[in-house]
């Protein structure tokens, strides 16, 4: 999968994916590579933005047209 971790904390995780992944594959992936460790899984923030005010979901910054960032829960 071409998605990146960028920012983990006990509840919640930033990811950057490849605008061709659909989110539940997104979020599977991270349930396979970074477990909570608790009992709920990740799962696409209810949070309409990030802390700095992008939208939940955004276009990377690097590469706009190709990826976009994800704030996810647990």
């Known amino acids: ?5 960028y920012s983990i904390g006990i509840t919640s995780c930033s ?12 979020v599977a992936y991270i349930n396979e ?12 923030s209810k949070d309409k933005k ?7 979901p955004c276009e990377c910054d690097r590469f ?3 990826r976009k960032h994800y704030l996810l829960n647990c």
Request: net charge negative; glycine share 2%; proline share 5%.
């Open 64 to 66: 706009p047209n190709e």
């Open 1 to 5: 999968m071409d998605i990146i971790t």
């Open 15 to 26: 990811v950057c994916a490849d605008n061709n992944l659909s989110i539940e594959e997104i």
């Open 50 to 56: 990030f802390k700095s005010g992008e939208a939940n």
């Open 33 to 44: 590579t970074e477990p909570t460790e608790i009992d709920s899984k990740w799962e696409v």
